[in-house]
C-alpha cells in the first residue's frame, strides 16, 4: 500500500445523532498492510471510506505515491 494520509476526516451514518468520525487525522506510511482493533470499533467503516466504496461529509483522504 502506498502512504496515506487522512486529515480532519468527518463522517456520520445517516441514522445515528453522533458522528463516527470527527477531525480524524491520520497517516499510514507506505508498506502498511492491516488495522486492528475490537468488534465493532469502526475498522471496515474505515477501510470502505479509504477505498471510495463510502464517502465521507468532509476532510481528505490521500494517497501519495
Known sequence: MQHLIIKDLYYKYKN???P????LNL????????I????????STLLKLI????????GSINVMN
Open 16 to 18: 445515528s445523532a453522533m
Open 20 to 23: 463516527i468520525f470527527e477531525n
Open 27 to 34: 497517516e499510514f506510511e507506505q508498506g502498511w498492510s492491516c
Open 36 to 43: 486492528v482493533g475490537s468488534n465493532g470499533s469502526v475498522k
Open 51 to 58: 477505498s471510495k466504496q463510502m464517502n465521507y461529509d468532509e
